[in-house]
Nanobody
Framework: QVHLVESGGGLVQPGGSLRLSCEAS????????MGWYRQRPGAERELVAD???????KYADSVKGRFTISRNNAKHTIYLQMNNLKPEDTAVYYC????????WGQGTQVTVSS
């Protein structure tokens, strides 16, 4: 099993920044892919960004140029630096890890509002 713990969500003004963190535990030497998804009210969960253990990244078009995903393999932790936040970014953000199965965190709320 992989247990994921997210942190860093909160309330921020438009144009502001937040950094999300997700630490994975469970004894895995390497987690090939980890990423961030988000779910807006009334919408399906969507990919925000993911990253392989080789550092290859992928971003949703809506966040390109504003968000940056990174990882620390030794700490089994990924980060999502979110800059120039917009009200449309308001969502519950979920951490995801893929080994032989997919695992999910419980989510952290990000609210962008004046």
């Amino acid at each position: 099993q992989v247990h994921l713990v997210e942190s860093g969500g909160g309330l921020v003004q438009p144009g502001g920044s937040l950094r999300l963190s997700c630490e994975a535990s469970g004894g895995w030497f390497s987690i090939p892919t980890m990423g961030w998804y988000r779910q807006r009210p009334g919408a399906e969960r969507e990919l925000v960004a993911d990253i392989t253990d080789d550092g290859i990244t992928k971003y949703a078009d809506s966040v390109k140029g504003r968000f940056t995903i990174s990882r620390n393999n030794a700490k089994h932790t990924i980060y999502l630096q979110m800059n120039n936040l917009k009200p449309e970014d308001t969502a519950v953000y979920y951490c995801q890890a893929t080994t032989t199965r997919c695992f999910w965190g419980q989510g952290t709320q990000v609210t962008v509002s004046s």
